[in-house]
Nanobody, 115 residues
Framework: QVQLVESGGGLVQPGGSLRLSCTAS????????MGWYRHAPGKERELVAI???????TSADSVKGRFTISRDNAKDTISLQMSSLKPEDTAVYYC?????????WGQGTQVTVSP
């Protein structure tokens, strides 16, 4: 059984920072792309950033210059460093990974940006 476990969400004021982490565990033979998506109330789920095993990054225009995704292949872990947070970044953030050629999702972690 493969699992993605996220941590690091919470409440932060506008302009603040948070760091999310996601670790894959279980019977893993291969992990390809890993990334973060978010789902805000009343909106569709959207890509935040993804990173390939080799370190190639794709990110949403809305987070460029503010969010940084990183990956530790030895630990099957990705992180998302979020800075200069805005109220519109409020959402449930989901970790996603292609593990053993199948798509997997974490349980989600709430990020709330509010004064």
């Amino acid at each position: 059984q493969v699992q993605l476990v996220e941590s690091g969400g919470g409440l932060v004021q506008p302009g603040g920072s948070l760091r999310l982490s996601c670790t894959a565990s279980g019977r893993i033979f291969s992990i390809n792309d890993m990334g973060w998506y978010r789902h805000a109330p009343g909106k569709e789920r959207e890509l935040v950033a993804i990173i390939s095993r080799g370190g190639a990054i794709t990110s949403a225009d809305s987070v460029k210059g503010r969010f940084t995704i990183s990956r530790d292949n030895a630990k099957d872990t990705i992180s998302l460093q979020m800075s200069s947070l805005k109220p519109e970044d409020t959402a449930v953030y989901y970790c996603n990974a292609i593990i053993n050629y199948s798509n997997h999702w974490g349980q989600g972690t709430q990020v709330t940006v509010s004064p």
